[in-house]
Each structure stands twice: as C-alpha cells, then as structure tokens.
C-alpha cells in the first residue's frame, strides 16, 4: 500500500546538536525506494506504508546501538483508497 508521511526524530539527552543522528538518518532513508523532502522540522516520505515503518524501527536500533538513550519519533502517515497518495499531489 503507497503511503505519504512526515517523520520527525528527536534524540533526547544527546547534547545540544543532533546534527550527526539526523544525518544518519536521512542517509538509512535514503537506502529505502522513497521519494525524500528534507525540511527544518523533519523529512516528507512517499513510498510503500510497510517500508516507512520498517524505516523507523531501523532508525531506532541503529541510533540506540550508536548510543542514542532515548528516543522520540513523530510519525504522520496518509493512505487513501481513492488514489495513490504522492508528495507531488500535496504541494500548493
């Protein structure tokens, strides 16, 4: 099933800058099929709903196994039985 999303990964107790794990993260996204938009808050997805949630997990047992303690992820997802959901459709 074709699925937009927006994810958000917060490193919580890391330090200041969480540079180097959303760096990291955007890379392991990258090694998905999706389409990627980076933005200052997070990173829009389009792709298949069951890849965008194997995503997340590998986001979160890598960062956790690179030391990360904790963890908080914000995770908006759309399907639609309509049409296929795109990033494209959702510009203004």
Do not use: C
Request: charged content about 25%.
């Amino acid at each position: 099933m074709k699925a937009t999303a927006e994810l958000q990964v917060v490193p919580i107790g890391d330090g200041v800058s969480v540079r180097q794990e959303i760096l990291r993260v955007v890379d392991m996204l990258q090694g998905y099929d999706f389409i990627l938009e980076t933005h200052a808050s997070g990173t829009n997805i389009e792709g298949e709903l069951a890849d965008i949630l194997a995503a997340v997990e590998q986001i979160h047992t890598a960062l956790h196994k690179a030391g990360s303690v904790r963890l908080v992820s914000y995770l908006k997802l759309e399907t639609r039985t309509d049409k296929t959901p795109t990033l494209a459709g959702k510009r203004l």
